[in-house]
């Protein structure tokens, strides 16, 4: 059983509409982490939060908003979307950001399509 | 630069055939990790094993099991006995410090009856 999750599993939007993801993580990690999965392709970096604070930010475009309102929680705030958003939506957490040995857990994602 | 490298796009076995996923990584740095990961149909990323770079003894896990060679930057998975719910696409993913996970481009492994 997955101690990351996400909801919701699956999401449809239109380019106008406000939605938001959500990530719970039950391990005590102090890091977290958005990722996104187009087809086919690994998965690509969006943000980190280390405890609860945005560290990094990967160029993302601004209609995608994350926030870490504590450590177990994260969500991200989508708003004017464009259909090549269109992807699996990863969630992970991880002890901390700083040490090498740190092993990052995956939630199940959220499928997300625009259109 | 960090670097992986999965030269095998896709492969499709026999169930109880033994297969193994090639994995080749990049870097310049003498400390760092290397993790496999699964990902079923279902989406979600599935932590298998982590491995330093000073330790390059061979892992075994149940039918699991990985080969890390430094001389040959290559940390290759091997499935004994291959069963149908082994189908997903499997992530090799180096860490450096300082660093994020860089991930390789998968290999999609299907495992046919």
């Known amino acids: 059983d997955t101690e990351v999750t996400q909801t919701p599993k699956h999401l449809v939007m239109g380019m106008t509409n406000k939605k938001s993801l959500k990530c719970e993580q039950h391990m005590g990690h102090r890091a977290m982490y958005w990722y996104k999965q187009k087809a086919k392709k690994p998965p690509e970096l969006m943000f980190v939060y280390s405890y609860e604070k945005l560290s990094i930010n990967e160029s993302v475009p601004s209609r995608f908003s994350p926030e870490c309102p504590n450590s177990s929680l994260l969500n991200l705030h989508l708003h004017a979307l464009q259909p090549e958003d269109s992807a699996l939506y990863l969630c992970a957490s991880s002890q901390e950001t700083s040490a090498i040995t740190d092993t990052q857990y995956f939630g199940p994602g959220t499928r997300l399509t625009v259109l | 630069a960090q670097k992986v490298t999965q030269a095998q796009t896709e492969i499709s076995v026999v169930e109880k055939e033994d297969v193994t996923l090639d994995c080749v990584y990049e870097?310049?740095?003498?400390?760092?990790?290397l993790f496999w990961y699964k990902q079923p149909p279902s989406g979600e990323l599935v932590f298998l094993i982590r491995r330093n770079s000073f330790d390059e003894q061979n892992e075994i896990s149940g039918r699991y099991s990985w080969n890390f060679q430094k001389s040959t930057s290559s940390f290759n998975f091997t499935i004994t006995a291959s069963q149908v719910v082994d189908s997903a696409v499997y992530f090799c993913a180096l860490r450096n410090y300082g660093q994020n996970f860089v991930f390789g481009p998968g290999t999609r492994l299907s495992v046919l009856p």
């Open positions: 870097t310049r740095d003498t400390t760092y990790y």
